[in-house]
């Protein structure tokens, strides 16, 4: 199993990014797909988790109701969607996969090896 993420990048707070997790290694209905993000300093948070196989999606922590998550299958990629950032949004993102009922409780099973955003005031 991989994961990859790219898209992160340096950005003034007000812009948006789209983060993208690509996935290989096993059948891509099999594992849910969670967004995380650590800050300088601070415990890991999670963001979201999106279920290929069905679709299902939550969302989770300070980011709820700011950025959303969706799928390209044909890619096997799951992108995380960050409008209007914030500095406090400055932290490096990681994606992970696991089972749903692992993914939601942040307990995955592989994870990428995660990209910085920086958010400048």
């Known amino acids: 199993v991989q994961l990859v993420e790219s898209g992160g990048d340096l950005v003034q707070a007000g812009g948006s990014l789209t983060l993208s997790c690509v996935t290989s290694?096993?059948?891509?209905?099999?594992?849910?797909i969670g967004w995380f993000r650590q800050a300088p300093g601070k415990v890991l948070e999670g963001i979201s988790c999106i279920e290929p196989s069905n679709g299902k999606t939550r969302y989770v922590g300070s980011a709820q109701g700011r950025f959303t998550t969706s799928i390209d299958y044909n890619k096997r990629t799951v992108h995380l969607h960050m409008p209007d950032v914030k500095p406090e949004d400055t932290a490096v993102y990681s994606c992970g996969a696991a089972a749903w009922s692992y993914c939601v409780r942040g307990e995955m099973r592989y994870w990428g090896q995660g990209t910085q955003v920086t958010v400048s005031s």
């Open positions: 290694g096993y059948d891509f209905d099999d594992y849910a």
